[in-house]
């Protein structure tokens, strides 16, 4: 599995839906939602400032982040979502030991 953070600002109406559920619901609610496309939730973490909500999930894969993104996306509780997927320590090792054969522009 890949691990992906997922940050998300509500909309007036999602900070509503907050308000009725409260924290803790919509903790559970985005769980499930992960647990439903294949993945784990690692964490889940209201915050101040730009986004709302930093969510640290593991998925299976791409296809399954995308599938998260348009189901949450579409139900026009957000005002932005945005998926990060996050790289550990030994695959950036392994990403820098790769040899590719590139050219810069006028290079």
């Known amino acids: 599995m890949s691990k992906y953070m997922i940050k998300v600002s509500y909309s007036a109406q999602g900070v509503q839906g907050v308000m009725k559920d409260g924290g803790t619901g919509r ?7 992960i647990v439903g496309v294949g993945g784990q939730m690692e964490s889940f ?17 791409n296809r399954a982040a995308a599938a998260l ?5 579409a139900t026009g509780a ?11 320590p030994e695959e950036i090792d392994a990403a820098v030991k790769q040899t590719i054969d590139y ?3 006028g290079g």
Do not use: N, Q
């Open 69 to 73: 993104a348009a189901t949450v996306g």
């Open 103 to 105: 050219r810069p522009p």
């Open 45 to 61: 973490y209201f915050a101040f400032g730009t986004d709302d909500v930093y969510v640290i999930a593991d998925l299976p894969d």
């Open 78 to 88: 957000l005002s932005s979502y945005e998926t990060v997927v996050l790289l550990t």
């Open 27 to 33: 903790a559970d609610s985005v769980a499930k939602a």
